[in-house]
């Protein structure tokens, strides 16, 4: 699971004109996921939502175990915070 986010975060760091069919698939999927995930309906807020995921995925791949919790916390706080600002 870890990996599978790993590798949906390095996509959405690239440029999208640069993305193959299948990575094109992977990031439709996930989006998908996350748009069914969130109780709300605006596409803004699901653009702030994959941001937060993606930057969340790249800060946890590169800590060690005893940050993640306090990352985690930080960027849920950020997410609901962006959330309130767009709501």
């Known amino acids: 699971m ?3 986010l790993a ?3 390095d996509l959405l760091a690239k440029p999208p004109q640069t993305l193959t069919v ?6 439709a999927r ?3 996921d996350v ?6 309906g605006t596409s803004e807020a699901h ?3 994959q941001e937060a ?3 969340y995925l790249k800060e946890r791949a590169s800590e ?6 306090s990352t985690k916390h930080r960027v849920k706080q950020r997410i609901i915070g962006a959330l309130r600002e767009i709501l």
């Open 53 to 55: 995921v993606a930057e």
């Open 64 to 69: 060690s175990i005893e940050r993640i919790a």
């Open 22 to 27: 299948t990575e094109q698939q992977t990031l």
């Open 35 to 40: 748009a069914s995930a969130l109780p709300i």
């Open 7 to 9: 590798r949906v975060a």
């Open 47 to 49: 653009r702030v939502v």
């Open 30 to 32: 996930f989006n998908h």
């Open 2 to 4: 870890d990996r599978h």
